[in-house]
């Protein structure tokens, strides 16, 4: 069973600060990771896509992937209010689904 | 690009009618597509993956008479809750898997969610 582990949270930050998002999956074939992000009563919505090791950034959103360790995390720079959200962590094997972490909620406090 | 769009956005029935929920890859063409379903304060559950031209394939536990998913075309999947009863109400979101996408064909792009009510 392929299995993706996250902290429920909720992870408090105080705005402007970097919030640090974890995850860690259980097949080592794993091939293609994904951060989303869901606010409450929405879908979610893709913010981050990462494939091999190494860091990736994309505005204040930077994926750090290690597969040696078999650990995904994602890092939010100068967090904002808005950035208050539950985050999924998604990983495929390349040949279809993706299996979710239960997410992690973050609330960024004025 | 990549939007996914889903009809209706909410619905409310009586319990033993049947409900059909819309998901259509707007600006990409989509082989697959997925249908899940969330309860409040819960994570995604897979319930199906849905192929073009093909039947679909269902998670464990999903019972494929009461979610009757059909994928017509390389744009449209649609998910009918048949028989729908109070334990069904839950929020149903699609998402599809873009075929053009070279780098990776494990991307997937959600719908905006269809909030399920039964009376």
């Known amino acids: 069973q392929k299995e993706v582990e996250q902290n429920s949270g909720p992870l408090s930050v105080p705005e402007g600060a970097i919030a640090s998002l974890n995850c860690t999956y259980s097949?080592?074939?794993?091939?293609?990771f994904f951060w989303y992000r869901q606010y409450s009563g929405k879908s979610p919505e893709l913010i981050m896509s990462?494939?091999?090791?190494g860091d990736k950034e994309d505005g204040r959103f930077t994926a750090q992937l290690n597969k040696a360790s078999q650990y995904v995390s994602l890092l939010i720079r100068d967090s904002q209010p808005s950035d208050s959200a539950t985050y999924l962590c998604?990983?495929?094997?390349?040949?279809?689904?993706?299996?979710f972490g239960t997410g992690t909620q973050l609330k960024v406090e004025l | 690009g990549a939007v996914v769009s889903q009809h209706p956005s909410w619905v409310i029935c009586k319990s033993g009618t049947s409900v059909k929920i819309e998901c259509r890859s707007l600006?990409?063409?989509?082989?697959?597509m997925f249908w899940y379903r969330q309860f409040p304060k819960q994570s995604l559950m897979l319930m199906a993956t849905?192929?073009?031209?093909?039947?679909?394939?269902?998670e464990q536990g999903v019972e494929k008479d009461k979610f009757l998913i059909n994928h017509a075309s390389l744009t449209l999947s649609t998910l009918t809750v048949t028989s729908a009863h109070p334990e069904d109400s839950s929020f149903y979101i699609c998402?599809?898997?873009?075929?053009?996408?070279?780098?990776?064909?494990?991307?997937?792009?959600f719908g905006p969610g269809t909030r399920l009510t039964v009376l």
């Open positions: 097949d080592r074939g794993s091939q293609s």
């Open positions: 849905s192929n073009e031209g093909s039947k679909a394939t269902y």
């Open positions: 998604a990983v495929g094997g390349g040949g279809n689904k993706l299996t």
């Open positions: 600006d990409f063409q989509a082989t697959t």
């Open positions: 990462i494939y091999s090791n």
């Open positions: 998402s599809a898997r873009d075929i053009g996408l070279a780098v990776s064909t494990d991307t997937q792009y």
